[in-house]
């Protein structure tokens, strides 16, 4: 297993928290999100966010509405649902568990280990 | 150079190359057949071409005229290619991660998806077609090895190993043979093999076929064709003897239903197919929805073969299309489902005339309830008998051998065993005073009694006759009830057997009696 695999498996299962995280306060449509994922270095081909909204959507944590647009066709923009704040919520102490185990796991020093 | 064409993504125009379209086409197919199984499969493939509108748009933004097949590969790669959006969204990744490891203990299941999972990549996108290119007899076989993915040889075999168990193989076969159509159009055979429709493809199959067909067949083909060519050539013929046939019956069968209905009583024409016996004329009356069914299921069940044949013999002219499988199983479930309709439907109507004919005999030839010869029962009704008792009877009237004239019946009972309980009698409005009965009478043997009721009940035994030589008379008797006093307004009498009512055992095989004949002899004394 090289690092570039185990980088992907890590990206993937933070993709869904991420794109929550992201429309939390601020609804989006598709094009925006993929451009902060960018940005963010999470996402290396776009598609794989589109399967995500809509299976998010269809779980009933996200919703959307059709908007005018001034170049081109309506788009739609994404939000959470009430049930996807309350996931989100959800996944914020999941993630701050997760932040303080690895942090206690990085800190600990090679000694403490040995005297246990 | 290359040729240019504008299309329509997500209501906005752009200026694509040929080869940039069809690679684009491709893409999103692939896209929507990988993501088919998925909940929301349109919708993702839908949102997916919205992106690839933008993007196409910043590209004119850019000032890039015409699209390119370079453009569309740097976005395919952006957007990413269908295994990996697939592979990267939850359950599939996970299958194919662990499936290798270990989940040996689940070895049941997974080898059933696997099997699932392999008919189905076989199948993705392939049609079921006879095939024309490499066949034995009809392409069936073959078609079926291309449609599954697998060597014809293997298919051979086994549908000749399953023609051993009472020819299921054989009639499998043929039942294929009809059912699947064949594959003529290039596109089709793309199909039946599986791959697109593109340009390239289609003009392989074209050049492939020119090379195939062409070279020669071998003496064993030639023989084979010859021999298919004969077949088919009988077939055709007997297809059309047996649609000609069709058409005619169809046409006696509408004229002799238009004559049923039309002509009254028609049941006694003799039409085609005994369609008069049928007395669909009344019936329709008391179950309109029966005579409606059975011929509904009548002309369904003529025409659609006659259509089929039509259909073949027309289609194998070139005039019109073949029809596909979807068809004729419709046509097949609709020509059986008219025959269930019509044979219940004419036992049903058959039941209901044999009823209505016994009813008619029982008129005919039944006196209040008991059945006899029609010359019984005119003598019985004429006479107003009313039959009391009636067990055992041979016959109840006779002619002949009565004073010489032969022509005259009489009451005439008879029973080879004596069994015979026999009671008739009549009634006749009278003033009141004293009577007399007279009558003819005869008998076999002891029991038989005539008797009157006036105010009481007279009876008298029939005296039996005693054969002598040469007397022609047959044992006829005259006698006589007397002194028949009759207060009320009628007197009834008649002739008797019944043990219960005479109070003698009858052992008389037959009796007779006939001339009843009451005189008025006087007046109720005072």
Not at chain 2, 17 to 45: N, P, W
Not at chain 2, 299 to 320: E, N
Not at chain 2, 478 to 505: C, H, K, M, P, R
Request: charged fraction near 20%.
């Amino acid at each position: 297993m090289n690092i570039e695999n185990a980088k992907s498996q890590m990206r993937k299962g933070m993709l869904e928290y991420c794109v929550l995280l992201l429309l939390e306060h601020r609804p989006s449509y598709a094009s925006d999100i993929i451009q902060q994922l960018k940005n963010a270095e999470l996402l290396v081909v776009e598609g794989t966010l589109y399967p995500l909204l809509t299976r998010l959507k269809n779980d009933g944590l996200l919703q959307y509405e059709w908007q005018e647009s001034t170049q081109g066709p309506p788009r739609k923009y994404y939000a959470l649902s009430p049930e996807g704040e309350q996931f989100l919520e959800g996944l914020d102490s999941a993630w701050t568990e997760l932040a303080n185990t690895i942090n206690y796991l990085k800190n600990i020093h090679p000694n403490l280990i040995e005297s246990k | 150079m290359k040729k240019n064409i504008t299309i329509n993504l997500c209501g906005r125009l752009f200026q694509i190359d040929e080869d940039a379209y069809e690679m684009l086409q491709k893409y999103i197919e692939s896209l929507r057949s990988s993501f088919g199984k998925q909940e929301g499969s349109d919708e993702i493939v839908n949102d997916i071409e919205a992106r690839i509108a933008e993007l196409f748009a910043e590209l004119k933004q850019q000032g890039i005229e015409a699209i390119t097949i370079e453009h569309v590969k740097d976005i395919i790669t952006r957007i990413g290619k269908p295994e990996e959006l697939t592979d990267s969204d939850g359950t599939d990744s996970e299958k194919q991660g662990e499936g290798t490891d270990g989940h040996k203990y689940e070895s049941f299941h997974s080898a059933a998806q696997d099997i699932y999972n392999n008919v189905r990549e076989r199948t993705a996108g392939k049609k079921l077609y006879r095939n024309p290119n490499d066949k034995m007899v009809a392409g069936v076989l073959s078609g079926l090895a291309a449609y599954t993915n697998t060597d014809p040889v293997w298919l051979r075999l086994l549908t000749v190993l399953l023609c051993l168990f009472y020819g299921a193989g054989l009639i499998a076969y043929i039942v294929l043979a009809i059912v699947v159509p064949e594959a003529k159009t290039p596109e089709q055979l793309l199909q039946m093999e599986g791959k697109d429709v593109t340009p390239q493809n289609l003009a392989d199959v074209v050049v492939e076929n020119k090379q195939t067909t062409q070279p020669s067949r071998g003496c064993l083909g030639t023989l084979l064709f010859v021999l298919f060519s004969i077949i088919a050539a009988i077939f055709v013929v007997i297809a059309s003897i047996v649609g000609v046939g069709l058409l005619i019956s169809l046409l006696l069968v509408i004229v002799s239903l238009v004559i049923v209905f039309t002509v009254p009583s028609a049941t006694h024409l003799s039409l085609p197919f005994d369609i008069g016996y049928l007395n669909l004329g009344e019936l329709i009356n008391i179950h309109p929805w029966i005579v409606i069914t059975f011929i509904v299921g009548v002309l369904l069940a003529l025409s659609i073969p006659l259509y089929a044949i039509g259909h073949m013999l027309f289609s194998r002219a070139g005039k019109v299309l073949p029809m596909s499988i979807g068809q004729r199983i419709l046509w097949i479930v609709l020509w059986v489902a008219s025959l269930c309709c019509l044979f219940p439907a004419l036992v049903w109507i058959q039941q209901q005339e044999t009823y209505r004919y016994n009813q008619g005999m029982n008129d005919e030839y039944s006196y209040q309830g008991v059945m006899m010869s029609h010359q019984d029962k005119h003598f019985l009704r004429r006479g107003d008998w009313n039959l009391i008792k009636a067990e055992n009877c041979d016959h109840y009237t006779y002619s002949g051998y009565y004073n010489g004239n032969h022509n005259l019946r009489f009451l005439d009972v008879y029973n080879e065993n004596c069994e015979e309980v026999f009671q008739v009698e009549r009634k006749e409005a009278v003033e009141p005073g004293v009577y007399r009965m007279d009558c003819a009478v005869r008998a076999e043997g002891p029991g038989p009694c005539i008797y009157v009721i006036g105010d009481s009940v007279m009876l008298k035994s029939i005296p039996v006759y005693e054969p002598q030589d040469g007397v022609p008379d047959m044992g006829w008797f005259n006698i006589s009830i007397d002194n028949i006093v009759v207060s009320g307004d009628s007197i009834a009498y008649g002739l008797s057997s019944d043990e219960d009512f005479t109070g003698q055992t009858c052992r008389a095989q037959w009796f007779s009696a006939t001339d009843f004949k009451i005189t008025r002899t006087g007046d109720l004394p005072k």
